[in-house]
T-cell receptor, first 117, second 113 residues
């Protein structure tokens, strides 16, 4: 089973709203990621969690707030977003970081299509 | 500075023929390479990968070739099928930052029946 699930599939929010994106995997992976993807562009890394701890924040604005409640779940809390934040938000997971055998394959969820109005 | 480049934004092939997607990289520290396939409105799907200690990896209709001296890799799909029509992303990583994949810009493959 290489499934990563994400909810909701689509989200429309105003600039003053607070919403959350959710991601779940049951592959026993200990690394989880948030990416942002604009049309016709490659995914851009936002955050990396390793063993439920934030290990990478790619200088993402504070209006995006990640949370990893346990090894299977990853949330992205959204507040006061801008229209330019509209994009496909992808969650991914992989085996533990920094442990042999090194495994770089990341498995992506279907994404949440976010529109900020 | 784009460290992973896919110079062909699109490729069109006939069903049954071979599709060859190319990728070049500039960072000599990259030691692991991956190909992902993406349909519209879906997340990327992992296809195949190759370690820098190999020059070829095959999985069914998909074969990835790595030429380290040229810093070039390619994905061969044979025979191509209409369902292969998608955007293909090349990605690279290095052992010391295994968490960070550097993606190319993608190539839109269209397989015509």
């Amino acid at each position: 089973d290489t499934e990563v699930t994400q909810t909701p599939k689509h989200l429309v929010m105003g600039m003053t709203n607070k919403k959350s994106l959710k991601c779940e995997q049951h592959m026993g992976h200990r690394a989880m990621y948030w990416y942002k993807q604009k049309a016709k562009k490659p995914p851009e890394l936002m955050f990396v969690y390793s063993y439920e701890k934030l290990s990478i924040n790619e200088s993402v604005p504070s209006r995006f707030s990640p949370e990893c409640p346990n090894s299977s779940l990853l949330n992205l809390h959204l507040h006061a977003l801008q229209p330019e934040d509209s994009a496909l938000y992808l969650c991914a997971s992989s085996q533990a970081l920094g442990r042999e055998p090194y495994s770089y394959e990341q498995y992506f969820g279907p994404g949440t299509r976010l529109t900020v109005t | 500075d784009q460290q992973v480049k896919q110079n062909s934004p699109s490729l069109s092939v006939q069903e049954g023929r071979i599709s060859i997607l190319n990728c070049d990289y500039t960072n000599s520290m990259f030691d692991y390479f991956l190909w992902y396939k993406k349909y519209p409105a879906e997340g990327p799907t992992f296809l195949i990968s190759i370690s820098s200690i190999k020059d070829k990896n095959e999985d069914g209709r998909f074969t990835v070739f790595l030429n380290k001296s040229a810093k070039h890799l390619s994905l061969h799909i044979v025979p191509s099928q209409p369902g292969d029509s998608a955007v293909y992303f090349c990605a690279a990583s290095e052992e010391t930052s295994g968490s960070r994949l550097t993606f190319g810009e993608g190539t839109q493959l269209t397989v015509n029946p």
